[in-house]
């Protein structure tokens, strides 16, 4: 079975802290995704990844950065936390099949607190 | 930018009956589209995928429908059990040249009644 692991499942974080939100997929996934998850606004794309160091904007990707130095795993780094960074934070990781498409697969979601 | 509508309303029936669930899209012509489960504090499980050609997709109990007229996908569960109580969310791929984005709707929260 595929196993996505987020680093956290809960964190409390001080507003103007760094945070490191940690992924790591176990299946040679090409892409690897985070999203955050608010009431009534859904799943909204902050960054993606198609392979190692390369990294595209999604549609909310203001606050956030990203890294991925290695294939199976895909940071997100908010550089200076802020009460409205407050989320479920869920990373995803699918494969790249061309002319195809594939199911993505969903770490089990950190929930992070700005104070 | 493209949009994806789910019903944000909660969707309540009962047990075994058939639960249908919508999701609109504009501004795209996705060439698949995806349906997922979540239940409450996990992430989305995945359930079925259908694709452009496909009028309608089969899985036990579930049935997708895609019509690209009218840019429209249903889900149903038919014989519903209240374990299929949860929030379904449907998605659309974005293709690039060498990668794909996957863009979600907000989801519907079925609840079904013993």
């Known amino acids: 079975d595929v196993k996505v692991t987020q680093s956290s499942r809960y964190l409390v974080k001080r507003t103007g802290e760094k945070v490191f939100l940690e992924c790591v997929q176990d299946?040679?996934?090409?892409?690897m995704f985070w999203y955050r998850q608010d009431p009534g606004l859904g799943l909204r794309l902050i960054y993606f990844?198609?392979?190692?160091?390369?990294?595209e904007k999604g549609d909310i990707p203001e606050g956030y950065s990203v890294s991925r130095e290695k294939k199976e795993r895909f940071s997100l780094i908010l550089e200076s936390a802020s009460t409205n960074q407050t989320s479920m934070y869920l990373c995803a990781s699918s494969l790249i099949v061309p002319g195809s498409n594939t199911e993505a697969f969903f770490g089990q979601g950190t929930r992070l607190t700005v104070v | 930018s493209q949009k994806i509508e789910q019903n944000s309303e909660a969707l309540n029936i009962q047990e075994g009956k058939t639960a249908t669930l919508t999701c609109n899209y504009t501004n795209y012509s996705p060439a698949y589209l995806q349906w997922y489960r979540q239940d409450p504090g996990r992430g989305p499980v995945f359930l079925l995928l259908i694709r452009e050609n496909e009028k309608e997709k089969r899985k036990e109990r579930l049935k997708v429908t895609f019509d690209t007229t009218l840019k429209q996908s249903l889900f149903h569960i038919t014989a519903s059990q209240p374990a299929d109580s949860a929030t379904y969310l449907c998605a659309l791929d974005m293709t690039m040249d060498s990668s794909y984005k996957l863009i979600f709707g907000s989801g519907t929260r079925l609840l079904v009644r013993p």
């Open positions: 990844s198609y392979d190692v160091k390369m990294k």
């Open positions: 299946m040679d996934h090409e892409n």
